[in-house]
């Protein structure tokens, strides 16, 4: 009898500890695979001959640059921690095709996993962003108007986001597919900002973001090698993009969406001789200009160019 109470014991005991390696194993396996999420979620950079198209200024060209830098992204670790530069210039249609007043935008994000299921992901973030225009002249002209030639703009936010979104089951040649969601609110009146921004600025923003993403298995072959590789490529992404400022506006009520609506929708095709590049076609709204001192102006328009981010492209396996 006493052997058999140490022998329940002792399989109970390798049972727990089983139990417990597989939760760590799937553990460590989820943190690997967020940090990846994290960045594939993140903005797109992009050059746009032209610039946006129905802006009340002409420009050559806009572009804007944006990465990650992981600081912190362990397998160890639910939690990472990345700084996000993000510059955006729009070159001016002038005889010395002027930028004037580029966006600088620096912070860092915090990223917190949610569960284990990297295929029915959830996580929040927390994020604080500078936005300056590297200028320090007065933000007005001598007759009362913004100055957007060279005006000082400087703020700073707190961003609160919750992030979702699943994976499709890959089918044989139909590929796959993935579904993103973000919902958030935008603080920026918790930090020094330009007095200016008084006049109309979107201080309080609720925001929504959708993304539907397809991937695709494609071959290449290697010469040198004689092999045929397959890889994990996404082939296309269909984005929106919402945020409306529910803050007091001066002489603009909480309706009026003139105002207070920013909205984006843009398409971006991946052929496959690319890596990290897509074709983009853009379509939105400004209700607030987000280049820094521009704030007041208000106008639809249309983007077309490259976009780049961080996609989904791996290689899989080598058929021999």
Not at 232 to 257: C, D, G, H, Q, V
Not at 278 to 291: I, K, P, S, T
Request: charged share 20%; aromatic share 18%.
């Amino acid at each position: 009898m006493t052997k058999t109470f140490f022998a329940l014991l002792i399989c109970l005991f390798h049972l727990s500890s089983f139990a417990q390696d597989t939760l760590t194993i799937k553990r460590e396996f989820a943190n690997k695979a967020y940090v990846s999420l994290y960045k594939e979620n993140a903005d797109l950079s992009y050059i746009a001959p032209g610039g946006e198209l129905g802006a009340p200024s002409k420009y050559v060209i806009s572009g804007r640059l944006t990465t990650v830098f992981m600081l912190l992204g362990s397998y160890k670790s639910p939690i990472a921690l990345a700084l996000i530069p993000d510059f955006t210039v729009r070159v001016r249609n002038e005889f010395s095709a002027a930028v004037r007043t580029p966006s600088y935008r620096l912070g860092g994000v915090v990223y917190a996993r949610l569960n284990t299921d990297p295929q029915n992901y959830q996580y929040a973030e927390l994020a604080f962003t500078h936005h300056s225009n590297g200028q320090d002249v007065s933000p007005y002209n001598t007759d009362g108007t913004l100055n957007t030639r060279n005006g000082n703009f400087n703020a700073n936010n707190l961003t609160l986001s919750y992030r979702f979104g699943n994976f499709t089951i890959p089918g044989t040649n139909a590929g796959y597919n993935s579904f993103n969601h973000r919902v958030g609110l935008q603080w920026y009146k918790f930090f020094r900002y330009e007095p200016a921004l008084n006049e109309g600025f979107g201080f309080t923003r609720l925001l929504y973001n959708f993304s539907w993403r397809k991937y695709y298995e494609i071959e290449r072959y290697r010469k040198d090698k004689n092999q045929t590789s397959k890889a994990e490529k996404e082939t296309w992404r269909l984005n929106t993009e919402f945020s409306y400022a529910i803050n007091k506006i001066p002489a603009k009520n909480l309706a009026n969406i003139q105002k207070r609506l920013n909205a984006e929708i843009n398409f971006n095709y991946s052929f496959p001789f690319m890596h990290n590049v897509f074709l983009m076609a853009a379509v939105g709204y400004y209700g607030e200009d987000n280049y820094n001192i521009y704030f007041k102006d208000h106008y639809g328009y249309v983007r077309l160019g490259l976009s780049s981010g961080f996609l989904r492209n791996r290689r899989k396996h080598y058929d021999n």
